[in-house]
């Protein structure tokens, strides 16, 4: 059995999904430092004027270090509201949006306490929503033993070597404007290609 280990994250690039749908077990790290400006609490899209990161905020914790299990979400900035109107301008025109957004939209409405079970929720709507059937599982201490380690190698900025993961190209709203973007959100294949985003991860 092949076991990847993944740092947890909202709504995560299509390279994190990939590993779901690749190894037979997935584990989530939740014994790890909470690290700013990562995928943790970070998802990026597609929009008319480029990129857009979309953060949730989280609550600052007493002292330096935070166990990625205890990061609480903060509701701060109605976050929730901005972060469902951006995806719903950003993505209002793509094939499937309006197709998923009922499955979806709720996901933005209940409020949560902490980051992890947000994250956790949403990968696993994701998963339904995609058709990738993942046996996931949550960390029981700080692993140190898994091989196939992903925590340091998929993040937003100074990503390391995945000989694993080349970027496919599928359609994309913007991709006149700008091109094909790779390792968007998972939201963005979804959005664009529906039930066929499977076959790109």
């Not at 280990?5 to 790890?32: G, H, M, T």
């Not at 400006?37 to 998802?43: A, E, H, I, L």
């Not at 949560?112 to 046996?135: I, K, S, W, Y």
Request: glycine share 4%; proline share 6%.
């Amino acid at each position: 059995m092949t076991t990847a280990l993944l740092s947890s994250a909202y709504c995560p690039p299509v390279q994190w999904f990939q590993k779901l749908n690749r190894y037979d077990k997935v584990l989530i790290e939740q014994y790890d430092n909470f690290q700013k400006q990562t995928y943790r609490n970070r998802c990026v899209i597609a929009t008319a004027n480029g990129t857009q990161a979309l953060t949730i905020p989280v609550e600052k914790a007493p002292g330096d270090k935070c166990l990625m299990r205890d990061v609480r979400i903060s509701d701060h900035g109605n976050w929730r509201r901005l972060h469902w109107n951006a995806l719903a301008t950003a993505y209002g025109d793509s094939p499937f949006f309006d197709y998923y957004a009922d499955d979806l939209h709720p996901m933005f409405d209940k409020k949560r306490d902490f980051l992890l079970d947000f994250n956790m929720e949403m990968t696993e709507l994701l998963c339904e929503l995609l058709d990738v059937r993942p046996h996931i599982a949550l960390t029981s201490g700080y692993d140190t033993a898994t091989t196939d380690d992903f925590r340091d190698v998929i993040r937003p900025k100074h990503p390391m070597p995945d000989d694993d993961f080349a970027p496919r190209q599928y359609y994309q709203v913007y991709s006149r404007r700008y091109g094909f973007i790779p390792n968007l959100s998972v939201l963005d294949l979804l959005f664009n290609m529906g039930n066929e985003g499977i076959f790109y991860l």
